[in-house]
């Protein structure tokens, strides 16, 4: 069985817009891309890693535990052997309380790419490929996201561009989720059901793809 860590926030844990409910496995992204891979052939298992508010390498100033690099490489050791691992992070860099950019973003993910490359897993585990799936782009920010995202449209401009050069730079494979879908108008963050749906089914060939290409050697 090929293991697939999917390390991510909100949108991947599958917040219902304007709620905190959530999706069920079979429809939020992740759950759709295993049944998918499943129903190709594929003996694969997807590890779900998503925490609602989790950065790339910053605090929340109001919740805790919200800085995805820390705790990132003893998650790495904790699920080996992994045969991929997809990264969907970015867009909570870009909350009202941070000043942050997409080039900030960017470094951020390439900081958990060397992150992950550099877990203390156990001898003789491969060193898991990385598959960069760029978050699609935060809409207008309404409803419950109104105050917590304002001007996050503005400020994630340039994101899957950034995005792309960090994974050509460290050897990820890259995927843009915003040419697939679009963040909902509910709340201009989240994921409405059919966005989940459309993007388990556009990354199973990106997926495919990486488990067959992007072996690592053995440390």
């Known amino acids: ?9 909100s949108l991947s ?17 992740p759950g759709r891309l295993e049944n998918a891979l499943r129903a190709a052939g594929q003996d694969v298992r997807i590890i779900e890693d998503c925490l609602n508010g989790r950065r790339t390498v910053w605090d929340d100033p109001f919740k805790a535990g919200r800085k995805g690099i820390d705790g990132l490489a003893q998650r790495i050791e904790v699920n080996s052997p992994l045969d991929l691992v997809i990264l969907m ?6 909350q009202s309380m941070h000043p942050h950019h ?3 973003a960017a470094e951020g993910v390439a900081a958990l790419v060397a992150t992950i490359r550099n877990a203390p897993i156990e001898p003789g585990m491969p060193v898991p490929p990385i598959l960069i799936v760029c978050p699609p782009p935060v809409g207008i920010p309404a409803g419950t996201m109104a105050e917590k995202f304002r001007d996050g449209d503005v400020k994630c401009t340039g994101l899957a561009q950034a995005l792309r050069q960090v994974a050509k730079d460290t050897g990820c494979a890259f995927f843009d989720a915003g040419q697939v879908i679009h963040s909902s108008a509910a709340d201009g963050v989240h994921l409405d059901a059919h966005a989940h749906e459309q993007l388990g089914d556009a990354l199973v060939a990106p997926v495919t793809a990486a488990l067959a290409n992007g072996a690592a050697a053995t440390p």
């Open 13 to 29: 844990w599958g917040i219902i817009p304007n709620t905190r409910q959530r999706h069920p496995f079979p429809v939020r992204w």
């Open 89 to 94: 992070l970015g867009n909570n860099d870009f």
């Open 102 to 104: 997409a080039w900030h």
């Open 1 to 9: 069985m090929q293991q697939i860590l999917v390390y991510g926030d």
